[in-house]
């Protein structure tokens, strides 16, 4: 990596080239990532090394799409996708989704339902539990954080929707053979469960964020290597693909602004 | 024989939104179409907004129709995985929703949105339950104390969640075309589950953005495959174009944002849904409320 390149990467760059990262050897199933920049990044991934992903047009079609949002008359549709066929791709485990989380905690329980109070009434009503049950119980899932901090961060989430490990440990080997929470990615670094009790470990720290950086910022104990990696730059290809081919208008940069 | 058999007549289902109402009742649980903001029967949702039924329980892949009728008071109890407006890149929460849950307004059986589909089908199949893996080791149990599970009767010996039947007293579903006797087509992405929904339900209805003959329903559509609706489990249909107004019924219209952005904006003073109640659904008729939006300058809510 040439210092004229790496001065012209952003977090955002990062961030999608993270993102694009936890689909690597996924080979022919559905990755499904929600939001900008985990759209961003699975595009990214199925343009360079998995070219068998299948992704979707956010609607209700597989488009082949290198786009992360092309327009209606520019899609290259691959199959109709209706709503009720995702089930028949979640329920199969032909599918790889990343989702948002309003909390995480250290096994990777994931939190869209509800803030305080009570289950029944919660102080703050968030999205409801949406396909995080389902989710997380059949295939592969990841999540993704523009906005590291302690309130994402918790301890303990406050409602379970999508499942962790203690969660799956707890069901047993039968229940939960196909669970696995692969990533969580943040505007500060890449997090795994690849530790001998699934908890959350560092997996890597985004250029510029320091370890304290991420300790502050987050609600639990992490677990911290001795040798903590530094995330990735793209590639000069990479790098090409992201700024003029699936997101030429920076979409990614709103998202995640560069720092300072 | 001197006297000739008179044949009864098929059956002409077309009703007004007010006829489909009259044959609601307070405490009912009502099935709604769509998802989202997508292909709401909002014509019909007016009219029970507009009557005096209400302690209703909703199932609906929720949007603003379940924020109107719980502001309105008319909802008791509400079977959702989600609800959302679905503006922009992310989905935004649903205010009137949100407050009507963290006030105690209403209560809730929640769901995964997949669980919501093994109901509804259990249900149009006359089975108690569907076996599922969803919902195993999350906190569901916690808002749906009613999950049961069940056990494989076979060698495996699986446990699994046994998601009950979702029986409605009623559907409300909106389709791009239908006839008179209750067949009907989507013309947009997605049927979503209004099928579904009509065939758990005791009593069916469907609005419809035009009526046309039976023989022109293929051609209204587009193609055979789109005729997902077919009067078997249909009872009433009303005609309504434009019906599922501010939501979005593809490919006659798009959302109204401005509009739904107009609404969305009342939660926060109770004097700000009175008003906005007041001027945009307490019109008399579904024609009323079309006049008005009609009538709107461009651009304006």
């Known amino acids: 990596m040439s210092d004229t390149l790496s001065s012209l990467v952003t977090r955002a760059d990062v961030c999608a080239v993270a993102v694009a990262d936890c689909f690597r050897g996924d080979g022919e199933l559905l990755a499904n990532p929600i939001g900008t920049i985990p759209m961003i990044g699975g595009r990214l991934a199925r343009a360079t090394w998995e070219p068998d992903l299948v992704m979707t047009d956010g609607e209700a079609a597989l488009i082949a799409n290198d786009e992360a949002v092309p327009a209606v008359d520019d899609r290259r549709y691959e199959t109709y996708n209706p709503y009720r066929t995702m089930f028949d791709v979640v329920w199969s485990g032909r599918r790889h989704v990343m989702m948002g989380a309003t909390q995480v905690d250290r096994f990777g329980n994931q939190n869209i339902a509800g803030l305080g109070g009570t289950p029944t009434r919660p102080r703050t009503q968030l999205l409801g539990f949406r396909g995080a049950p389902g989710n997380t119980i059949n295939d592969t899932t990841s999540y993704w954080v523009p906005q590291h901090g302690p309130r994402v961060f918790v301890e303990h989430v406050d409602i379970v929707t999508g499942i962790g490990y203690d969660r799956a440990s707890a069901l047993g080997d039968q229940a939960a053979r196909f669970h696995e929470i692969r990533r969580v990615v943040s505007n500060l670094g890449v997090f795994d469960f690849e530790t001998p009790d699934h908890r959350m470990r560092v997996r890597s720290l985004h250029p510029g964020v320091s370890v304290d950086d991420v300790v502050a910022a987050t609600g639990f104990e992490l677990v911290i290597p001795d040798d903590v990696s530094t995330s990735r730059l793209p590639t000069p290809e990479e790098l090409r693909l992201l700024t003029e081919v699936i997101d030429p208008k920076g979409t990614r940069l709103r998202e995640v602004p560069e720092p300072g | ?301």
């Open chain 2, 1 to 301: 024989m001197s006297e000739t058999e008179t044949y009864p007549a098929p059956k002409d289902k077309r009703l007004t939104e007010d006829e489909v109402v009259a044959q609601l009742s307070s405490g009912m649980k009502i099935g709604i179409g769509g998802w989202g903001s997508r292909r709401k029967p909002m014509s019909l949702v007016r009219a029970i907004l507009r009557s005096d039924i209400g302690d209703l329980h909703l199932v609906t892949y929720g949007g603003p129709e379940v924020g109107m009728l719980c502001a309105a008071g008319k909802v008791s109890h509400l079977t959702f995985a989600f609800v959302s407006p679905d503006v922009g890149p992310a989905a935004v929460l649903e205010p009137h929703f949100r407050a009507a849950r963290q006030s105690g307004a209403i209560e809730c059986t929640e769901l995964d949105e997949g669980m919501l589909l093994l109901g509804l089908q259990a249900a149009a199949w006359r089975v108690p339950f569907i076996p599922t893996r969803v919902g195993l080791g999350s906190d569901l149990h916690l808002v749906n104390p009613g999950l049961k599970t069940v056990t494989s009767p076979y060698g495996d010996g699986e446990e699994l969640i046994a998601q009950p039947a979702i029986h409605l007293d009623a559907a409300l579903c909106h389709l791009n075309v239908a006839d008179e006797r209750g067949n009907a087509a989507f013309r947009g992405p997605d049927l979503y589950f209004d099928d579904l929904l009509l065939q758990a339900a005791e009593r069916r209805f469907i609005s419809t953005e035009r009526i046309v003959p039976s023989g022109d329903l293929v051609d209204a559509a587009g193609d055979i495959t789109r005729l997902r609706i077919n009067r078997l489990f249909v009872d009433g249909v009303v005609e309504a174009p434009n019906g599922a107004h501010p939501t979005s019924c593809e490919p006659e219209y798009a959302r109204d944002e401005a509009f739904q952005k107009a609404y969305l904006g009342t939660a926060k003073e109770a004097e700000a849904w009175e008003a906005f109640r007041s001027e945009w659904l307490s019109f008399p008729t579904e024609a009323d409320y079309q006049a008005a939006l009609a009538a709107r300058p461009t651009g304006d809510a």
